[in-house]
């Protein structure tokens, strides 16, 4: 494949950043997560590639192309093809997509090739093809399945940092306490693992309790992303929230997280410039939340 026009910037990041957003545990957003990020970063004028690792092809159907590499992950990581073969052209400027391949998960490797299932064993293979495309992208967000498979350990070898979103209730954080451990594996000093608070509903008073007096042991973000009904309708719409409104308020939340992420990081030369720094509104004052029962 040919370069993307859409990834063509009037600047170049030194080293593209690799971000894999993750959780052992289903239906916290990550893929809600992973594509208002990729947006965020395309809106800013960074040259994106999200690769849709979930085999349920969230983000692949988001961004149109579910499907595309059906049957093509295994050639892929044995070197078969080439990474760009893999890569399509999104209708979002500056993102191209790698997109999801209902067929492969760990019993796929179990059948590869002695050397496919070497390198995987020794997590080099998502970091030596990512190594291939590194001149050609500022910002790559992996959007990671559900689980813990050896797929994942591949992932956080190559992944400079881990944001991790969490509901704020005790289940999503007993599975974030489970995950610490084991991560100590693979995260070397200079990756960093963030949490943030997800989804968060701020008229209920557990989701309330946890932001106002954290999580205790679990290290999480001050921002958070709230449950607006413009963030759950994204998949309805095929238009991220950097998309389909000019003021949305929760884009000021994604500008606001990212920022503390890129302080975090030292990351400086991505950040917004907005200076946001939103707290949780008071409960009185609150519009436009998307309210579960």
Request: aromatic share 10%.
């Amino acid at each position: 494949m040919v370069r993307s026009i859409h990834s063509l910037t009037p600047f170049k990041i030194r080293k593209v950043r690799t971000i894999a957003v993750y959780n052992i545990k289903g239906g916290v957003g990550k893929t809600t997560t992973s594509i208002n990020m990729a947006c965020l970063m395309a809106k800013m004028g960074f040259s994106v590639l999200i690769w849709d690792l979930d085999p349920q092809g969230g983000t692949s159907y988001f961004f149109k192309s579910e499907g595309a590499n059906n049957n093509r992950y295994k050639r892929l990581f044995e070197n078969d093809i080439l990474i760009y073969e893999v890569i399509q052209t999104c209708d979002t400027n500056h993102i191209d997509i790698i997109s999801n391949d209902s067929s492969f998960g760990d019993d796929a490797l179990s059948k590869g090739s002695l050397l496919s299932r070497l390198n995987f064993v020794n997590n080099a293979v998502i970091q030596s093809l990512l190594d291939k495309v590194n001149d050609d992208y500022d910002v790559c967000i992996i959007d990671c399945p559900p689980g813990k498979f050896l797929l994942h350990n591949n992932v956080f070898t190559a992944a400079d940092l881990l944001l991790i979103p969490n509901i704020p209730a005790p289940l999503s954080l007993h599975c974030f306490e489970v995950l610490q451990e084991d991560l100590k594996k693979f995260i070397r000093a200079d990756k960093k693992v963030l949490s943030f608070y997800n989804m968060v509903q701020i008229r209920k008073n557990l989701h309330r309790l946890y932001l106002e007096q954290g999580a205790g042991r679990i290290p999480t973000l001050h921002q958070y992303i709230p449950f607006y009904s413009d963030i759950e309708n994204i998949s309805f719409s095929k238009k991220s929230i950097f998309h389909q409104l000019k003021e949305a308020k929760s884009i000021q939340f994604y500008e606001a997280l990212w920022d503390e992420v890129c302080d975090i990081c030292n990351w400086s030369a991505f950040k917004t410039n907005k200076g946001r720094v939103i707290d949780f509104p008071d409960i009185h004052s609150i519009a436009g939340l998307a309210i579960a029962d």
